[in-house]
């Protein structure tokens, strides 16, 4: 595997469901990140984390909870969601957190429904 | 706040050339970057600029004029596999990307 890999690619769930959502770098990269994106949005900035340690948290609902066992790999827990969390949920990883040409690099995404 | 505009959507003819504009307003300015999303595929880097001027890449270009707050990404030559959603993304103060909701771009024969 090469890249950044998402797990699962699709995913249906109820209203009382717990799902995660895994993600891994093959990249040796230090920093990861949970982004959101809804149709006709700007993506949204979920959580960051450099060497496993959570470095941001844009205000993200408690129904979601991240996990970074360590740097390659990184889960976002789901528990008691809503419809509205239905979204293309995009895992991506860079060199670091801080700097220029610091391009992230974005796994395919795990599209997301919420019945 | 920090915003970043796009237009929502152009149409452009195949062999033709293309120029998606993106106008931000951010705290502080480390850089921009402009990715190519395909539909239902991650986005992919094209280009970064975080100096005033013009990065030539093969077919595309991407521009910044930071005293402005403006970007545009040039596409020369166009081809029906450029059809995708271009984001333009800008690094802020403290090295977060702030992201534009993205231009479709629609390539018609």
């Known amino acids: 595997e090469t890249g950044v890999t998402q797990t699962p690619r699709h995913l249906v769930m109820g209203m009382t469901n717990k799902k995660s959502l895994k993600c891994e770098q093959h990249?040796?990269?230090?920093?990861m990140y949970w982004y959101k994106q809804s149709a006709k949005k700007p993506l949204e900035l979920m959580f960051v984390?450099?060497?496993?340690?959570?470095?941001e948290n844009n205000s993200v609902p408690s129904r979601f909870s991240p996990e970074c066992p360590n740097s390659s790999h990184l889960f976002l827990h789901l528990h008691t969601l809503q419809p509205e969390d239905s979204a293309l949920y995009l895992c991506?990883?860079?060199?670091?957190?801080?700097?220029?040409?610091?391009?992230?690099?974005f796994g395919p995404g795990t599209r997301l429904t919420v019945l | 706040g920090q915003n970043i505009d796009q237009p929502t959507e152009m149409t452009a003819t195949e062999g033709a050339i293309v120029q998606i504009n993106c106008t931000y307003q951010?705290?502080?300015?480390?850089?921009l970057f402009w990715y190519q999303q395909h539909a239902g595929e991650a986005p992919t880097f094209l280009s970064y600029?975080?100096l005033d001027g013009l990065e030539e890449k093969g077919r595309f270009s991407s521009f910044l004029s930071r005293s402005k707050g403006y970007s545009y990404l040039l596409l020369k030559e166009l081809q029906m596999k450029d059809s995708a959603s271009y984001l333009c993304?800008?690094?802020?103060?403290?090295?977060?990307?702030?992201w534009g909701a993205g231009t479709k771009l629609i390539i018609k024969p």
């Open positions: 991506a990883s860079s060199p670091r957190t801080s700097g220029d040409y610091n391009e992230q690099f």
């Open positions: 990249l040796g990269h230090n920093a």
């Open positions: 984390y450099s060497l496993e340690e959570r470095v």
């Open positions: 951010t705290s502080g300015f480390n850089g």
């Open positions: 600029n975080v």
């Open positions: 993304a800008v690094s802020d103060s403290n090295y977060q990307l702030i």
